[in-house]
């Protein structure tokens, strides 16, 4: 109990001036114990993140880089149409995949649609069925399949699941992205806006 108390007042001493933090806890943890003990406090260098708030102004200046968490819809207008051909019979199919008990008899009526999907096709499809998480999630799924599932279509299926507050869904495709050693960070920011 002494020891808590003369914790306390350490920390009450060095909040009225700045100090590391790892420098206090250095000082309390016994210079006997293994460094693996203490390597759990290593405090890493902190980096600034900026980002705009939920839809919020879109400036930028020269000296910060600014997310923009919210801009599907803005990709979705320039998507060529020439990478659209198909789609609407494509999403019938994938309303159809709806009644289907087994996901792989699903990937096997998407497969057998003819369509040779690109990166777009899979962002229009998965914009179009936004409304309808569990469908733009099989288009998701088969779109992994075909290795045509880039960051911005990650990102997009995140803040979709988001959306429909599916998060542990969003935070399991987040882990994906990451064990991916794909780029996590615009993930991360989309599952914090939601």
Not at 7 to 13: A, H, I, P, T, Y
Not at 45 to 51: S, V
Not at 131 to 158: P, T
């Amino acid at each position: 109990m002494a020891s808590l108390l003369l914790v306390v007042r350490r920390l009450q001493f060095h909040t009225l001036r700045p100090i590391s933090c790892t420098s206090l806890i250095s000082r309390s943890i016994p210079a006997k114990l293994p460094p693996f003990f203490t390597q759990a406090f290593h405090q890493a260098p902190c980096k600034r993140c900026k980002h705009t708030p939920h839809a919020g102004s879109l400036l930028q200046t020269h000296s910060q880089s600014i997310y923009r968490i919210t801009d599907f819809l803005e990709y979705a207008h320039e998507i060529p149409e020439r990478a659209q051909l198909g789609l609407p019979e494509f999403l019938e199919r994938v309303q159809n995949a709806k009644d289907i008990a087994s996901g792989d008899e699903a990937m096997a009526l998407l497969d057998d649609s003819g369509v040779k999907p690109d990166k777009d096709f899979i962002f229009s499809a998965i914009w179009a069925l936004r409304e309808e998480w569990k469908l733009a999630f099989l288009v998701f799924k088969w779109g992994m399949k075909w290795d045509c599932v880039v960051n911005k279509i990650w990102c997009l299926m995140i803040w979709l699941l988001g959306n429909h507050s599916k998060f542990s869904t969003a935070w399991t495709v987040v882990h994906e992205l990451y064990r991916g050693s794909k780029d996590a960070r615009q993930a991360i920011l989309i599952m914090i806006d939601r």
